[in-house]
């Protein structure tokens, strides 16, 4: 474990600034007065800003004094290390004399988890005020909290040569600097929280939660659901989605986008009241909740195009491929139709678990998972890269513990945490793996070395997700089990034709099969890395 005890002059510092003049300590009233000479106002009468940084610097994250890194180190990361306590003396002594905006806010609205967030940042640039103003708009306003304290330094003119972004989990603190992108404020916090939640017997979750309510042969039956997914692979989309549950009495509720503190009675502690919103793809009618509320006045776009005559141009990526919106919840549904928390299993009729990949080839589009199959899925975190993470890798097959790049700590004790929540609720929770990729795409390495597309993806749309979706709310599914993932698959789902994703319409059986050992195996690999592991999880593809 590494230690650096002058972090605790850092704090010192933060505790003393109520004596400097330099200090400002602005309403949300005046963040939107300064912000409206740095950004620009869209045909839907909010803001919108252009940021130098557009995606979180991964590589560039380094957690410091605690067992089990996440986040390497690699060779940039060490670098850091290596120099850690010379760039921790810079920022005591730029401390001194930087103009500052502290903020404050809390995370969640509950007795149990409620941290008060401190945001210390920089007033160099009167630009760096939106930063502030996003922040404030996405949590909840000082009121009642609990004991926690979380505290984030945001110095974004730090020069890009010496970018970094540091976590002290054991001080509660984070610094951000070299950056002025809105991501590393927002998952500062979040990162933070996870892991003081974890400490407090709770899992942090990088997931979204809602209740649905579904018209079934029992009846009408409310459930909550959580929606595990990496940034880009639909999982803000469809919890923000009503998935055409609209018959007598039905209807959802949206909790949270992101990030929630699953309990062990399987209720949920929200975090945000702003969601942070990819905003490639919509303006259509796909996504109609998410689209309505982005063009509300009081939505910040970020890295958005806006052309001539403040024409918000979504699709539009010459910005960025990224490109996002903090979202009032509240605007989504309405007012009277969001809520913070998840209740517990007791106050519903169950918790659907949803584990969103995207895979191109052979996968089934939905699987219905046993318990073993479904702490598998937690660990193995199937997807591929965004430009929201590692634009570098963007489209590359990644698996990423708990879909949780924030995770801080053992991989292998989240994973048991989850295995023993399943097992003791056995009977309340039922989970599916959901592909939104596609079927059929084949892909061939060139002389370049890089693989290329030979034949594109059949891909599944978000109107059949939502079917499917739909579908296990209303418990209308006929499931028979698939051999060669040994998974519970649809027979038939109401309004999507599902013989339009049979590998063997772009597939030999050979193919297919081969396809389906080597993904298996590289599971069975994938977790045999992981030695704490509960051995029912596992072993769970040993000789499959």
Same mark, same amino acid.
């Given at each position: 474990?590494?230690?650096?005890?002058?972090?605790?002059?850092?704090?010192?510092? &933060?505790? /003393?600034?109520?004596?400097?003049?330099?200090?400002?300590? %602005?309403?949300?009233?005046?963040?939107?007065?300064?912000?409206?000479?740095?950004?620009?106002?869209?045909?839907?009468?909010?803001?919108?800003?252009?940021?130098?940084?557009?995606?979180?610097?991964?590589?560039?994250?380094?957690?410091?004094?605690?067992?089990?890194?996440?986040?390497?180190?690699? %060779?940039?990361?060490?670098?850091? &290390?290596?120099?850690?306590?010379?760039?921790?003396?810079?920022?005591?002594?730029? +401390?001194?004399?930087? $103009? +500052?905006?502290? +903020?404050?806010?809390?995370?969640?609205?509950?007795?149990?988890?409620? $941290?008060?967030?401190?945001?210390?940042?920089?007033?160099?640039?009167?630009?760096?005020? *939106?930063?502030?103003?996003?922040?404030?708009? @996405?949590?909840?306003?000082?009121?009642?909290?609990?004991?926690?304290?979380?505290?984030?330094?945001?110095? %974004?003119?730090?020069?890009?040569?010496?970018?970094?972004?540091?976590?002290?989990?054991?001080?509660?603190?984070?610094?951000?600097?070299?950056?002025?992108?809105?991501?590393?404020?927002?998952?500062?916090? &979040?990162?933070?929280?996870?892991?003081?939640?974890?400490?407090?017997?709770?899992?942090?979750?990088?997931?979204?939660?809602?209740?649905?309510?579904?018209?079934?042969?029992?009846?009408? =039956?409310?459930?909550?659901? &959580?929606?595990?997914?990496?940034?880009?692979?639909?999982?803000?989309?469809?919890?923000?989605?009503?998935?055409?549950?609209?018959?007598?009495?039905?209807? !959802?509720?949206?909790?949270?986008?992101?990030?929630?503190?699953?309990?062990?009675?399987?209720?949920?502690?929200?975090?945000?009241?702003?969601?942070?919103?990819?905003?490639?793809?919509?303006?259509?009618?796909?996504?109609?909740?998410?689209?309505?509320?982005?063009?509300?006045?009081?939505?910040?776009?970020?890295?958005?195009?806006?052309?001539?005559? =403040?024409?918000?141009?979504?699709?539009?990526?010459?910005?960025?491929?990224?490109?996002? #919106?903090?979202?009032?919840?509240?605007?989504?549904?309405? *007012?009277?139709?969001?809520?913070?928390?998840?209740? /517990?299993?007791?106050? /519903?009729?169950?918790?659907? !678990?949803?584990?969103?990949?995207?895979?191109?080839?052979?996968?089934?589009?939905?699987?219905? +998972?046993?318990?073993?199959? #479904?702490? #598998?899925?937690?660990?193995?975190?199937?997807?591929?890269?965004?430009?929201?993470?590692?634009?570098?890798?963007?489209?590359?097959?990644?698996?990423?513990?708990?879909?949780?790049?924030?995770?801080?700590?053992?991989?292998?004790?989240?994973?048991?945490?989850?295995?023993?929540?399943?097992?003791?609720?056995?009977?309340?929770?039922?989970?599916?793996?959901?592909?939104?990729?596609?079927?059929?795409?084949?892909? @061939?390495?060139?002389?370049?070395?890089?693989?290329?597309?030979?034949? $594109?993806?059949?891909?599944?749309?978000?109107?059949?997700?939502?079917?499917?979706?739909?579908?296990?709310?209303?418990?209308? !599914?006929?499931?028979?089990?698939?051999?060669?993932?040994?998974?519970?698959? %649809?027979?038939?789902?109401?309004?999507?034709?599902?013989?339009?994703?049979?590998?063997? *319409?772009?597939?030999?059986?050979?193919?297919?099969?081969?396809? #389906?050992?080597?993904?298996?195996?590289?599971?069975?690999?994938?977790?045999?890395?992981? $030695?704490?592991?509960?051995?029912?999880?596992?072993?769970?593809?040993?000789?499959?």
């Amino acid at each position: 474990m590494v230690t650096f005890m002058n972090t605790k002059d850092l704090m010192n510092i &933060l505790d /003393s600034l109520g004596d400097r003049i330099e200090v400002n300590h %602005p309403s949300i009233g005046d963040l939107e007065e300064r912000c409206r000479d740095s950004g620009r106002i869209t045909e839907y009468d909010n803001l919108s800003f252009i940021s130098s940084v557009r995606n979180r610097s991964a590589p560039l994250t380094v957690y410091v004094g605690v067992d089990g890194m996440a986040q390497g180190p690699g %060779p940039a990361q060490q670098r850091i &290390l290596d120099g850690l306590d010379s760039t921790i003396e810079q920022v005591k002594e730029y +401390l001194t004399t930087v $103009p +500052l905006d502290v +903020l404050e806010f809390t995370m969640g609205a509950n007795q149990e988890y409620a $941290p008060r967030c401190h945001m210390y940042l920089s007033a160099a640039k009167q630009d760096y005020a *939106r930063l502030g103003l996003m922040a404030m708009r @996405s949590y909840e306003p000082c009121g009642k909290h609990t004991e926690h304290h979380m505290h984030l330094i945001n110095l %974004p003119e730090w020069h890009e040569t010496r970018r970094q972004m540091l976590m002290f989990p054991d001080d509660g603190l984070t610094l951000v600097l070299g950056s002025d992108y809105y991501g590393e404020v927002k998952k500062g916090f &979040l990162r933070m929280a996870m892991y003081q939640a974890k400490q407090a017997g709770m899992l942090g979750l990088h997931a979204g939660a809602k209740q649905v309510t579904a018209l079934t042969d029992h009846g009408l =039956r409310t459930k909550g659901m &959580l929606l595990f997914g990496l940034t880009a692979t639909g999982k803000t989309t469809h919890t923000c989605h009503d998935h055409g549950l609209n018959e007598g009495g039905e209807g !959802i509720v949206i909790v949270q986008d992101d990030v929630v503190f699953l309990n062990k009675d399987g209720g949920a502690l929200g975090t945000e009241c702003g969601f942070y919103i990819k905003t490639d793809g919509l303006g259509g009618d796909d996504q109609p909740l998410l689209t309505r509320a982005v063009m509300h006045p009081d939505s910040i776009l970020d890295n958005v195009m806006v052309a001539a005559e =403040r024409r918000v141009r979504f699709d539009d990526h010459t910005l960025t491929g990224n490109g996002r #919106a903090v979202v009032p919840a509240e605007q989504i549904l309405g *007012r009277d139709r969001w809520v913070m928390n998840l209740p /517990s299993l007791d106050q /519903s009729d169950g918790l659907i !678990i949803m584990f969103i990949t995207r895979r191109n080839t052979v996968l089934p589009m939905i699987s219905r +998972l046993d318990e073993r199959q #479904a702490a #598998a899925a937690f660990m193995l975190g199937e997807s591929v890269e965004s430009s929201g993470g590692d634009p570098t890798r963007a489209g590359e097959s990644v698996r990423v513990v708990g879909t949780n790049p924030f995770l801080v700590g053992p991989e292998a004790e989240e994973g048991n945490w989850f295995h023993d929540f399943l097992v003791r609720n056995r009977g309340k929770v039922e989970c599916y793996l959901l592909n939104t990729g596609g079927v059929g795409e084949v892909m @061939s390495r060139g002389k370049d070395g890089r693989r290329h597309v030979v034949r $594109p993806v059949d891909r599944v749309a978000i109107a059949e997700v939502a079917s499917f979706i739909r579908g296990v709310c209303r418990e209308d !599914i006929e499931w028979i089990r698939e051999p060669l993932f040994d998974t519970m698959v %649809p027979v038939d789902v109401p309004g999507v034709d599902m013989s339009r994703f049979d590998p063997q *319409r772009f597939y030999s059986e050979a193919e297919v099969e081969s396809m #389906a050992a080597v993904l298996q195996k590289e599971r069975d690999a994938f977790l045999r890395g992981f $030695p704490d592991l509960h051995p029912d999880v596992m072993d769970v593809y040993r000789g499959k």
